[in-house]
């Protein structure tokens, strides 16, 4: 498979009048044909199936009305963040702040109406906590929700199904979900990795909340599209024309997210979701692995939400003509089209250019030329005369033309108005915006330090091979899947060698990881306390270790914590290249029970954090190649642990050794 072109399950599938329509049930996107003579036996066919699909299914459309879910019909623009990104939470104060992150949403992308808060992958199976324990120990969570909705945000919790190999709760991951749904007052659930969630577990969250929303990551099955009132159109190839999503043709009020998550360039996502009257997902670092949006892709965001949000109900209620056959074929033939969507007195065009220079003329000849007009993408004024509407539409960019007719309403009429002259431009700047990970300065060391038997690892220029799984985190600072579709196995999970040249101050190593005695030692004569206290020393007893564990490795412990250690006893954290070398040498040595080792190779890129790891541990999660990785390692090993906050970062099986 080339994973720079899609599979054959992302194509779109292309309508066959001979065949029966209900092939098109399993569709992804509906393609559009190439010849616009076909376009009225395409949509009479499109009528075709959805009469019939609404039959065979018995759809009654029950779910779309119960009370406190109708907000996932107009939900146009979802953030997928990780709990602790820079912008959502400040790891020098240990407090989350929701406003820092909500601004940065208004001003790049022009608000968002929900957010999924990323919690466990790809730290989950580093130790033995499950998915329902990684958001319960979070502190400050239920009121970092409480603040989200202040601001008008829906909230999703992520469930993963595959975490099977974790601690096994004493109930079902149903009814844990269920308690975390009523606990933390969520709006929606994200099935990570499902088309559609087991009906037993949305029974159960459903008790919990009559009014939660299910989103699944892909197509969703027609049958579900009456319980599921969201779904990502994630990886959806479509036709140069652009074609019809099923699921929202066959229900108009389920709302679909388009994403491509490795992509530099939206615009396809971006037009398909705008001429189908769908939303947008926004994922800028994909499990630390930087991917932001361009500036055209983003100014394109957010000409689109605020004029689907204000005209939501035509989008939704409104008579829709798929490939409305009032552009003419100039503009057609350097690449407009657009969708029309009429409700009473008001007519919404939504209009996409796929080539990459921007076409000016008419866009539009309507034979009903009554009424006010208004670009409520641009801002721009316009005027519909006898040769119809003259309009930019911008290179792999959006337009949209609203017409208010006579009778109006006034709010309505004042809202096109206002949307039709207030500017917001559209940015041909497509460059990707880089966010090279930088490495936190490494501490320098005075040479006498106090940390017991070393290794001497020599100063110089050397060549080391490191060996890392890869993941959907990559190793450094690069996406490892940089416009690609789906990335399934052999390239999913395998492992990947890479070879570094590295420079070596010469430094001393100790031979073993920091014990619990000498780490009690370090408290009583500094007092030292970390900023946030959750699971610090969590396995110690009444503040001391536990009898019989005293020359046991130091655990539950984080970065700054074995930093105050290092810095206590004069030295600091072996870099992850100065480990690497030192276990090479003789006397270096592993303490029981084996624990992953911090290393002072700490990156930031502004978004999120990680820290290398070195060594393995004695752990192992078993069932999910989803999980991080445990056992044993070999020196040359990696392992990028993405950072978290509120304490999440200490493990039962993290430690560490100094140097100096």
């Given at each position: 498979m080339n994973p720079l072109e899609p599979r054959p399950i992302d194509l779109p599938t292309l309508v066959d009048p001979t065949a029966d329509v209900s092939f098109l049930d399993d569709a992804k996107i509906i393609g559009a044909p190439e010849d616009p003579a076909d376009l009225p036996r395409w949509r009479a066919t499109l009528a075709e199936w959805k009469a019939g699909a609404l039959e065979r299914t018995r759809y009654d459309g029950s779910h779309y009305v119960e009370p406190g879910r109708e907000w996932t019909q107009t939900a146009y623009s979802v953030a997928l963040v990780w709990l602790w990104d820079d912008l959502l939470y400040?790891?020098?104060?240990?407090?989350?702040?929701?406003?820092?992150?909500?601004?940065?949403?208004?001003?790049?992308?022009?608000?968002?109406?929900?957010?999924?808060?990323?919690?466990?992958?790809?730290?989950?199976?580093?130790?033995?906590?499950?998915?329902?324990?990684?958001?319960?120990?979070?502190?400050?969570?239920?009121?970092?929700?409480?603040?989200?909705?202040?601001f008008g945000l829906k909230v999703f919790f992520d469930y993963n199904p595959w975490d099977v190999g974790t601690r096994r709760a004493a109930r079902s991951d149903a009814d844990e979900f269920a308690s975390l749904v009523s606990d933390y007052n969520v709006d929606g659930v994200f099935l990570d990795t499902l088309k559609e969630g087991d009906p037993a577990f949305a029974r159960a969250i459903r008790a919990a909340n009559p009014?939660?929303?299910?989103?699944?990551?892909?197509?969703?099955?027609?049958?579900?599209?009456?319980?599921?009132?969201?779904?990502?159109?994630?990886?959806?190839?479509d036709t140069h024309a652009p074609g019809v999503l099923r699921a929202h043709l066959f229900e108009r009020r389920h709302m679909m997210h388009h994403t491509r998550r490795w992509n530099r360039d939206h615009s396809d996502e971006l037009q398909s979701a705008w001429v189908?009257?769908?939303?947008?997902?926004?994922?800028?670092?994909?499990?630390?692995?930087?991917?932001?949006?361009?500036a055209r892709d983003r100014a394109t965001l957010r000409r689109m939400v605020a004029a689907q949000r204000a005209f939501a109900p035509v989008l939704i209620d409104g008579d829709w003509i798929q490939l409305t056959p009032e552009i003419p074929d100039k503009a057609r033939a350097h690449g407009v089209y657009g969708s029309r969507f009429d409700l009473a007195d008001i007519t919404f065009w939504t209009l996409v250019n796929r080539d990459e220079e921007d076409f000016e003329g008419i866009v539009l000849r309507s034979e009903d030329q009554v009424g006010d007009w208004y670009d409520v993408t641009s801002g721009v004024p316009i005027t519909a005369d006898d040769d119809g509407v003259h309009l930019v539409v911008p290179g792999r960019g959006v337009a949209g033309i609203v017409r208010v007719g006579a009778t109006a309403g006034a709010s309505c009429r004042a809202t096109a108005r206002r949307l039709g002259t207030l500017p917001r431009a559209h940015v041909s700047e497509s460059a990707f915006p880089m966010r090279p990970a930088a490495l936190v300065a490494v501490p320098p060391v005075s040479g006498d330090a106090r940390i017991g038997a070393t290794v001497?690892?020599?100063?110089?220029?050397?060549?080391?091979?490191?060996?890392?799984?890869?993941?959907?985190?990559?190793?450094?600072?690069?996406?490892?899947?940089?416009?690609?579709?789906?990335?399934?196995?052999?390239?999913?999970?395998?492992?990947?060698?890479?070879?570094?040249?590295?420079?070596?101050?010469?430094?001393s190593v100790a031979v073993?990881?920091?014990?619990?005695?000498?780490?009690?030692?370090?408290?009583?004569?500094?007092?030292?306390?970390?900023?946030?206290?959750?699971?610090?020393?969590?396995?110690?007893?009444?503040?001391?270790p536990v009898p019989g564990t005293e020359d046991q490795p130091v655990t539950y412990v984080d970065l700054p914590d074995a930093r105050a250690y290092a810095a206590w006893r004069g030295g600091r954290l072996p870099t992850e290249d100065e480990w690497q070398v030192a276990a090479g040498l003789e006397g270096f040595e592993r303490r029981e029970p084996l624990v992953w080792n911090l290393t002072e190779s700490e990156y930031r890129d502004g978004r999120s954090r990680f820290c290398i790891l070195k060594g393995g541990s004695h752990y192992r999660a078993e069932g999910s190649d989803w999980y991080a990785d445990g056992g044993p390692q070999e020196p040359e090993v990696s392992f990028k642990l993405v950072l978290t906050g509120g304490g999440l970062d200490r493990s039962a099986n993290i430690g560490f050794r100094c140097a100096g």
């Amino acid at each position: 498979m080339n994973p720079l072109e899609p599979r054959p399950i992302d194509l779109p599938t292309l309508v066959d009048p001979t065949a029966d329509v209900s092939f098109l049930d399993d569709a992804k996107i509906i393609g559009a044909p190439e010849d616009p003579a076909d376009l009225p036996r395409w949509r009479a066919t499109l009528a075709e199936w959805k009469a019939g699909a609404l039959e065979r299914t018995r759809y009654d459309g029950s779910h779309y009305v119960e009370p406190g879910r109708e907000w996932t019909q107009t939900a146009y623009s979802v953030a997928l963040v990780w709990l602790w990104d820079d912008l959502l939470y400040d790891v020098s104060t240990g407090t989350f702040t929701p406003r820092k992150f909500v601004e940065h949403g208004v001003a790049e992308f022009g608000g968002y109406d929900a957010i999924v808060l990323w919690h466990a992958y790809p730290v989950i199976g580093i130790d033995d906590r499950n998915q329902f324990d990684f958001y319960r120990d979070v502190p400050g969570l239920r009121e970092l929700v409480d603040d989200l909705h202040g601001f008008g945000l829906k909230v999703f919790f992520d469930y993963n199904p595959w975490d099977v190999g974790t601690r096994r709760a004493a109930r079902s991951d149903a009814d844990e979900f269920a308690s975390l749904v009523s606990d933390y007052n969520v709006d929606g659930v994200f099935l990570d990795t499902l088309k559609e969630g087991d009906p037993a577990f949305a029974r159960a969250i459903r008790a919990a909340n009559p009014a939660i929303a299910l989103e699944g990551e892909s197509r969703l099955p027609l049958a579900r599209i009456g319980d599921h009132a969201l779904s990502w159109a994630q990886w959806f190839a479509d036709t140069h024309a652009p074609g019809v999503l099923r699921a929202h043709l066959f229900e108009r009020r389920h709302m679909m997210h388009h994403t491509r998550r490795w992509n530099r360039d939206h615009s396809d996502e971006l037009q398909s979701a705008w001429v189908n009257g769908v939303g947008m997902l926004v994922w800028e670092s994909v499990f630390s692995a930087w991917v932001g949006w361009n500036a055209r892709d983003r100014a394109t965001l957010r000409r689109m939400v605020a004029a689907q949000r204000a005209f939501a109900p035509v989008l939704i209620d409104g008579d829709w003509i798929q490939l409305t056959p009032e552009i003419p074929d100039k503009a057609r033939a350097h690449g407009v089209y657009g969708s029309r969507f009429d409700l009473a007195d008001i007519t919404f065009w939504t209009l996409v250019n796929r080539d990459e220079e921007d076409f000016e003329g008419i866009v539009l000849r309507s034979e009903d030329q009554v009424g006010d007009w208004y670009d409520v993408t641009s801002g721009v004024p316009i005027t519909a005369d006898d040769d119809g509407v003259h309009l930019v539409v911008p290179g792999r960019g959006v337009a949209g033309i609203v017409r208010v007719g006579a009778t109006a309403g006034a709010s309505c009429r004042a809202t096109a108005r206002r949307l039709g002259t207030l500017p917001r431009a559209h940015v041909s700047e497509s460059a990707f915006p880089m966010r090279p990970a930088a490495l936190v300065a490494v501490p320098p060391v005075s040479g006498d330090a106090r940390i017991g038997a070393t290794v001497a690892v020599p100063a110089g220029s050397r060549t080391l091979t490191v060996t890392h799984r890869r993941r959907e985190t990559g190793l450094y600072d690069t996406a490892p899947y940089v416009e690609e579709w789906k990335p399934l196995p052999p390239r999913l999970h395998d492992l990947q060698t890479v070879t570094r040249e590295v420079s070596l101050p010469g430094i001393s190593v100790a031979v073993a990881e920091v014990t619990n005695a000498e780490y009690f030692a370090f408290l009583d004569a500094t007092g030292y306390r970390p900023v946030v206290a959750n699971r610090f020393l969590q396995h110690w007893a009444d503040g001391v270790p536990v009898p019989g564990t005293e020359d046991q490795p130091v655990t539950y412990v984080d970065l700054p914590d074995a930093r105050a250690y290092a810095a206590w006893r004069g030295g600091r954290l072996p870099t992850e290249d100065e480990w690497q070398v030192a276990a090479g040498l003789e006397g270096f040595e592993r303490r029981e029970p084996l624990v992953w080792n911090l290393t002072e190779s700490e990156y930031r890129d502004g978004r999120s954090r990680f820290c290398i790891l070195k060594g393995g541990s004695h752990y192992r999660a078993e069932g999910s190649d989803w999980y991080a990785d445990g056992g044993p390692q070999e020196p040359e090993v990696s392992f990028k642990l993405v950072l978290t906050g509120g304490g999440l970062d200490r493990s039962a099986n993290i430690g560490f050794r100094c140097a100096g």
